[in-house]
């Protein structure tokens, strides 16, 4: 019998997990599913949490953000930062920047050879530059 999308969709997050060395949980798997769906995607926990109990997936919002940050730990998501209360995760984990649209709460990609950053000065000594984080603020006009 042929699979249905739901779960090709938890086979995929299995074997996602399994290759990021994450034990695939029940709770890691049905996000897993949601977040990973070919396209890249930019989720805080609240609208993955929303998203989930849409979906009927049973899980708290500490849950979510747990699981975000294992995902994030593991390099299957990239963390955005925008400002002191709000975290954006991330999909896409190559290189590239953002364009933040404050007043929705929306990130859109820059593609990373659209933008260069100079004058980084040298990290501090016994440090190394990880990587650049941009995040161009933009309002409607
Ligand atoms: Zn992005």
Do not use: C
């Not at 290759?19 to 990973?36: I, K, N, V």
């Not at 769906?37 to 849409?54: I, K, N, P, Y």
């Not at 364009?99 to 004058?119: A, H, K, Q, R, T």
């Amino acid at each position: 019998m042929a699979k249905t999308e739901r779960e090709t969709r938890l086979d995929a997050a299995a074997a996602r997990l399994k290759e990021a060395g994450l034990r695939p949980t029940r709770q890691r798997l049905e996000l897993a599913r949601l977040l990973f769906t070919g396209m890249d995607r930019h989720v805080t926990a609240e609208s993955l949490a929303e998203e989930g109990a849409r979906a009927g997936v049973k899980v708290s919002l500490a849950t979510v953000y747990n699981t975000l940050h294992q995902f994030q730990a593991a390099g299957l998501l990239r963390q955005v930062v925008v400002d002191a209360s709000r975290s954006y995760f991330d999909t896409n984990v190559g290189d590239h920047q953002h364009f933040f649209v404050e007043s929705e709460g929306v990130l859109i990609d820059i593609p990373g050879e659209e933008i260069s950053v100079s004058g980084v000065p040298a990290a501090p000594p016994g440090l190394s530059i990880d990587r650049v984080d941009v995040v161009v603020r933009v309002k409607r006009v």
